[in-house]
């Protein structure tokens, strides 16, 4: 939900650089990784209030490299709780909180899914007639394909498997070493002097935040404005808007991946910082070295 992985060099490339870089709400950390890969820092922060950074660093040191598990809805309310990634990469918009699968889709899906890991052809055969016979079935009922069915092979936890299995780049980084994993509330972060600070918060207004649909948290933004403020470090947050004393600094148009009905909704990411430090960030950090 809210992931930065389409604009996260994006990010990256309008963030000044460091001897650290502080992600305090990193998430499954899309940004981390991007700089991590950037080469603009030497060492990485990466926090959350859930557990899905360490997740991420899980990946990274090959935890997940022979996965091939299909979760089930019932598999994933029984092990969600225990298995981070079940929760994460089974959940629709890795929210953690509701099935990645509708109960009409999950029956095509998990025939895919058997026929992208079949050991034999003869497996594979047999995934592919039960895909086939149900879609026959589902059009003989005159019931109408949404784009979900229509795009099946795009199948989201293969995609997020894949990401989770294409990290090899950075096992043999040095700076792999020098990432420290945290999980804790944003304010309890100790931050290096002279660090980057980035911040991904739940947005204001998004249906996760006010329902508490998927994040499970609730959080107040008014507090972390208040913090924002009175913060004696520049701290670059992305949202849709902030109120008036926050400057944007950057914005890039991106499609919403997220809705389970229209994917074809356009927003626009933007990147905010204090007006206290606005003034800073022209062309250059806020502690004098050049940024592109």
């Not at 792999?176 to 980057?196: C, F, H, K, N, S």
């Amino acid at each position: 939900m809210g992931s930065k992985n389409g604009i996260a060099e994006w990010v990256v490339k309008n963030l000044p650089s460091s001897h650290t870089f502080v992600d305090l709400f990193a998430g499954g950390c899309a940004i981390t990784h991007a700089a991590m890969l950037s080469g603009k820092w030497k060492s990485f922060v990466a926090n959350d209030i859930s557990d899905a950074p360490q997740l991420f660093r899980d990946a990274v040191e090959g935890k997940y490299a022979n996965e091939e598990r299909w979760i089930s809805r019932e598999d994933f309310f029984m092990f969600k709780d225990s298995d981070p990634y079940i929760r994460v990469c089974w959940s629709f918009g890795n929210c953690g909180r509701t099935y990645i699968y509708s109960r009409e889709l999950e029956p095509y899906k998990r025939a895919l899914h058997r026929m992208l890991f079949a050991k034999t052809v003869a497996e594979r055969r047999v995934a592919f007639s039960t895909v086939a016979w149900e879609l026959y079935a589902l059009c003989k009922a005159g019931k109408e394909f949404n784009t979900s069915v229509r795009n099946m092979g795009s199948l989201q936890s293969m995609e997020n498997l894949q990401r989770l299995q294409n990290m090899g780049s950075l096992q043999s980084m040095e700076n792999l070493q020098r990432l420290r994993i945290m999980q804790g509330d944003y304010r309890e972060v100790e931050i290096p002097d002279g660090a980057t600070v980035y911040c991904d918060p739940p947005y204001i207004g998004t249906e996760a935040v006010t329902n508490k649909k998927c994040y499970g948290y609730g959080f107040d933004h008014e507090e972390f404005y208040g913090w924002l403020r009175d913060a004696p470090f520049p701290v670059y947050v992305s949202e849709y808007s902030m109120p008036d004393d926050f400057v944007e600094i950057a914005s890039i148009g991106k499609r919403c991946t997220s809705s389970p009905k229209n994917n074809s909704r356009k927003t626009t990411e933007r990147l905010f910082v204090h007006e206290r430090w606005a003034g800073k960030v022209k062309g250059r950090s806020c502690y004098g070295g050049i940024f592109d």
